[in-house]
C-alpha cells in the first residue's frame, strides 16, 4: 500500500515535526519506519488519520501510544486500521490505552509484539462488536 501523495517521506514528516503541514492525510505508511520516536507519535495524534501502519517501529513505547491516543486528539475518533506488529517494547498497556481510545478501530495488528500477553488479547476478543476475523 502506498503513501497518501502529500507524503514523500513519512519518516522524515514525523522526525521533523512537520506534521502541521499535511492535514489531509489519511493514511500513514511506509516501509521502513524504525526512525520513528514516540514525539513522532504526538503529533500524529492531532491529524484526522484513518490508517496507521507503524509496524516495526522500534523505537516506540506504550508513552508513545499513550500520546499519541490522549483524549483530545482527533485520531481517537477516525482510526480505524492500525498496525504496530513486530514491536517489541509495547506492553499489554499500550494495548488497553488503544482499544479504550480508537473509538473506530475496527483493524488492529499486533503480530510478534513479544510483551503482549494473552490477557490482551482476551481483552480484544470480549470487546463490544469484536470481529474475530479482524484480530
Known amino acids: 500500500m502506498r ?19 499535511v492535514s489531509l492525510v489519511r493514511r500513514m505508511h511506509e516501509d521502513n519506519l524504525n526512525s520513528i520516536t514516540d514525539l513522532g507519535l504526538l503529533g500524529a495524534g ?29 485520531i481517537c475518533k477516525m482510526l480505524s486500521v492500525l498496525d504496530v506488529g513486530y514491536m517489541p517494547k509495547i506492553t499489554n498497556a499500550a494495548i488497553f490505552t488503544i482499544t479504550s481510545a480508537a473509538k473506530a478501530l475496527t483493524d488492529l495488528s499486533i503480530g510478534f509484539c513479544d ?15 469484536h470481529n474475530s476475523s479482524q484480530l
Open 115 to 129: 510483551e503482549v500477553t494473552d490477557a490482551a488479547v482476551q481483552m480484544l476478543m470480549d470487546r463490544p462488536n
Open 3 to 21: 503513501s497518501h501523495p502529500l507524503v514523500s517521506s513519512i519518516s522524515n514528516l514525523l522526525n521533523e515535526d512537520k506534521l502541521y503541514k
Open 46 to 74: 492531532y491529524l484526522l488519520i484513518v490508517q496507521l501502519w507503524i509496524r516495526s517501529c522500534e523505537r516506540v513505547i506504550d508513552k508513545g501510544i499513550k500520546s499519541l491516543f490522549h483524549a483530545d486528539r482527533k
